[in-house]
C-alpha cells in the first residue's frame, strides 16, 4: 500500500537541536520544572517556613526566597519575551510584586505557581507597553531577537553575541543559537499559545498547574497546547 | 467514526501528554497502526518536544540588587502597606490570632473583606475587588495588612488594674486606617523598641483604645491559644479575634468607643445591616455563642466581625453556609438550603449577619 507524503520531517541535525541527548533529561511525563536549576529542590515545609518568616517581614527570608526562584522567574521571563534585558527588568518586577502581596499569599499554596503567575502577567503587560509606544518586538529567525527601540542598537536574545553562521553542535556556542533560534520562534506565536508552550514544553509544568497559572480551564490548556505546539513546529519547520 | 489525517494530528499533542480518553486513545493508537504518515508526524512533533525539554536553562542575573533598588523607590505609602503590627508568633497563622481576653486588650491585625453594595438580597454576596487579580487568587480571604498608629508605647498605656474595660473595635483596611506602625528592622521586632512616629495624614487612634499592662502582657497575650470563652471573669464579653476580625475585649453596651474610626467603620456595618436582612441566634451567654460561632467559621475557613456584642456579620465558604444556618440560627424561616445565582462554587464567599439574642437559658 502506497504511503501517504510526509508532511513535516526534521532534518537529522536541526540547527536547533540540542547537543544533550534527551533520554537524559527525564521521560515525556515529568514533573520537575525543566529549565530550571534542578539542584534547587527545596522542601516543601522548609519553604512554607521561608514564606511565614518573610511575611513577618524577615528580608533575609525573602532574600533567600528570590535565590530559590530567581532562575525559573527569568526563564519564563526571557522565554516570554525574547530579551534579556527585559527578562531581567521583568523578573524584578516579580519580585517587587512578590514582596508586597507575600503578607496576603496563603502559606499552604504553591509559592512557584503564584510567582510564574505573576511572571507571565507581567509578561504581557511589557508587551502591551511596548506596543503601546509603537516600539515593536522583532521575532525573526534571521536576525538577532531583541525589542527594537528607536535609538537603540539592536541586542541578542542572549547575551548579546553575534550568531556563528556555521556552529559545531557540541559547542556552547551552538546551544545558545539554538536557544535564540527556539526563543525566536515563540516569539511568533500569539501570547496564550506561546506561555502555554513554554510552561509546558520548556519549564514542565502540569496542566493544571497552568491552568492555574494562566487562570483557564485544563481543558483550555489542552487545546492550546495542541495548537501551540503545530504552530512552533511550523515555524521551525518552514525555517530550516 | 471516520476520522481523517488531519483531525488526528489534534490529539498527537494530548496523546503525549497522556490525556487523551481511553477510546480516543486506542482509536488514535489504531490509526497509527495503519497510517505510517501520521506516525512521522508524530514522531517529529515528539522530537521537537523533547529539544524542548533539553534546554538549557539560561544564566540568571543577579537579581537582588535590582529588586532592592526598586523597593527602595517605592512610594513611602505602599512601603508602609508592608509594615506589620507586632511580632506575630510563629504557630499562628498571619490571618488570625486568638486571643485571650482577660481584662487586656491587646490589638489585633485585622482585615476586611470588600464588601460589595449587593442588591437587595437575603445573603450578601461577598464581592472583593482585587487589585492585583493573581494575587486575589492567591490571597487568604479577608486578609488585608492592617495599619494601625499608635502615638505611645504600650507602656504608656493605661495599667490593667483600672477596672475599665474598653471597647475597641478594630476594623482595619487602608481606607479605615491608613497610618502604620514602623518596626524596628529585626525580622522579631520587640515593641518595646518600635519606633513610632506619627504619620501624615494619618487618623490618630487615641491611646485609650489601646490597653496593655505590660509590652510582655501584650505579647504574651498574643501566644495564648484560642481562648476557652468560660474563662473569661463573668461580665467581660471575650471575643476571639480570627480571621479578619475582632472585637478585642469588651464593654458594657452602651460604652462609647473613643475610636472615630473605627466608629465610622461600625456605623457602616450597621448601615448595611439595615439594608440587609439577617437571622437570629437565641443563646443564653453571648461570649460562649461568639466563641463558638468563631471557633466553627474558622475551621471552615471564614471568619465573624462585630458589629457589637449582639450583631455580628460572618463570611464563609458558600458549601458552608446551609451548615451554618442549620447549627447557628433559630430562624425558622430562615433558608434551609442556599440558592445563589450562579453554581456552587468552593472559592466564592458569602456574607451573613447574624444576631445574637440572648434568651434566658432553661
Redesign the interface.
Known amino acids: 500500500m502506497s504511503e501517504p507524503p510526509v508532511s513535516h520531517q526534521w532534518s537529522p541535525t536541526p540547527p536547533w537541536r540540542g547537543g544533550t541527548s534527551p533520554s537524559a533529561r527525564g521521560a515525556e511525563s515529568h514533573h520537575l520544572p525543566t529549565g530550571t536549576a534542578r539542584g534547587l529542590q527545596v522542601v516543601g515545609s522548609e519553604e512554607t517556613a521561608l514564606v511565614e518568616r518573610a511575611q513577618r517581614g524577615d528580608s533575609s527570608a525573602f532574600e533567600a526566597l528570590v535565590r530559590l526562584h530567581q532562575q525559573a522567574v527569568f526563564a519564563v521571563a526571557l522565554r516570554m519575551l525574547g530579551d534579556q534585558d527585559e527578562a531581567q527588568d521583568v523578573a524584578q518586577d516579580v519580585f517587587v510584586r512578590a514582596y508586597q502581596g507575600i503578607p496576603a499569599f496563603r502559606s499552604e499554596a504553591k509559592l512557584s505557581t503564584w510567582l510564574v503567575a505573576i511572571t507571565i502577567n507581567l509578561c504581557r503587560n511589557r508587551r502591551r507597553w511596548w506596543a503601546r509606544r509603537r516600539r515593536l518586538i522583532v521575532a525573526s529567525l534571521d536576525e538577532p531577537v531583541g525589542m527594537s527601540r528607536a535609538g537603540f542598537g539592536e541586542e541578542g536574545a542572549l547575551g548579546h553575541e553575534v550568531a556563528d553562521p556555521s556552529p559545531s553542535p557540541a559547542s556552547a556556542a551552538a546551544q545558545h543559537e539554538q536557544q535564540r533560534f527556539v526563543i525566536s520562534a515563540l516569539q511568533q506565536l500569539d501570547e496564550a499559545h506561546r506561555s502555554v508552550v513554554v510552561l509546558r514544553d520548556i519549564h514542565g509544568y502540569s496542566y493544571e498547574e497552568i491552568a492555574d497559572m494562566l487562570q483557564c480551564h485544563v481543558g483550555t490548556v489542552k487545546s492550546r497546547l495542541s495548537r501551540a505546539r503545530l504552530h512552533l513546529r511550523a515555524l521551525l519547520d518552514g525555517k530550516l | 467514526m471516520l476520522m481523517d489525517?488531519a483531525e488526528y494530528?489534534?490529539?498527537?499533542?494530548?496523546y503525549?501528554?497522556?490525556?487523551l480518553e481511553p477510546q480516543e486513545r486506542s482509536q488514535l493508537e489504531q490509526h497509527l497502526g495503519k497510517?505510517?504518515?501520521c506516525r512521522?508526524?508524530l514522531a517529529?512533533?515528539?522530537?521537537?518536544?523533547?529539544?524542548?525539554?533539553?534546554?538549557?536553562?539560561?544564566?540568571?542575573?543577579e537579581?537582588?540588587p535590582?529588586?532592592h533598588a526598586?523597593?527602595a523607590r517605592e512610594p513611602w505609602w505602599?512601603r508602609l502597606?508592608?509594615?506589620?503590627v507586632a511580632?506575630?508568633p510563629?504557630s499562628l497563622?498571619?490571618h488570625g490570632a486568638a486571643l485571650a481576653t482577660t481584662g487586656l486588650l491587646v490589638i489585633v491585625v485585622v482585615g476586611l473583606p470588600h464588601f460589595a453594595r449587593a442588591p437587595r438580597a437575603s445573603l450578601r454576596q461577598l464581592a472583593s475587588k482585587p487589585s492585583?487579580?493573581?494575587?486575589e487568587?492567591?490571597?487568604?480571604r479577608g486578609?488585608?495588612?492592617y495599619h494601625n498608629e499608635k502615638t505611645a508605647a504600650f507602656d504608656r498605656m493605661a495599667s490593667p488594674a483600672s477596672n475599665e474595660p474598653q471597647l475597641g473595635f478594630l476594623a482595619g483596611s487602608s481606607t479605615v486606617h491608613n497610618a502604620g506602625l514602623t518596626?524596628s528592622?529585626s525580622?522579631?521586632?520587640d515593641l518595646e523598641q518600635a519606633a513610632l512616629r506619627p504619620l501624615p495624614e494619618a487618623p490618630t487612634i487615641p491611646e485609650k483604645t489601646m490597653v496593655a499592662g505590660s509590652v510582655s502582657s501584650a505579647v504574651n497575650a498574643l501566644t495564648v491559644q484560642p481562648a476557652d470563652a468560660t474563662s473569661v471573669p463573668v461580665g467581660l464579653p471575650a471575643y476571639q479575634a480570627v480571621g479578619g476580625f475582632g472585637v478585642v475585649g469588651g464593654a458594657p453596651a452602651g460604652t462609647a468607643t473613643t475610636c472615630p474610626p473605627c466608629e465610622k467603620k461600625r456605623a457602616e456595618l450597621a448601615s448595611q445591616w439595615e439594608e440587609h436582612s439577617h437571622v437570629q441566634w437565641r443563646v443564653s451567654d453571648l461570649a460562649t455563642a461568639a466563641a463558638q460561632l468563631n471557633g466553627w467559621a474558622q475551621s471552615k475557613g471564614g471568619s465573624v466581625a462585630t458589629i457589637d456584642e449582639h450583631r455580628l456579620s460572618v463570611t464563609l465558604p458558600e458549601a458552608a453556609m446551609s451548615e451554618f444556618l442549620t447549627q447557628f440560627s433559630s430562624d425558622v424561616s430562615a433558608p434551609a438550603t442556599i440558592s445563589l445565582d450562579a453554581p456552587p462554587d468552593s472559592t466564592r464567599w458569602v456574607t451573613i449577619s447574624l444576631e445574637l439574642v440572648p434568651s434566658p437559658s432553661p
Open positions: 489525517c494530528k489534534r490529539w498527537f499533542s494530548p503525549i501528554d497522556e490525556r497510517c505510517a504518515g512521522s508526524d517529529s512533533l515528539q522530537e521537537m518536544l523533547r529539544s524542548l525539554r533539553a534546554m538549557e536553562p539560561p544564566e540568571v542575573p537579581l537582588l535590582g529588586i526598586k523597593l505602599q502597606a508592608r509594615r506589620f511580632p506575630w510563629a497563622p498571619l492585583d487579580e493573581i494575587g487568587r492567591f490571597a487568604r486578609y488585608e495588612p518596626m528592622e525580622s522579631h521586632p
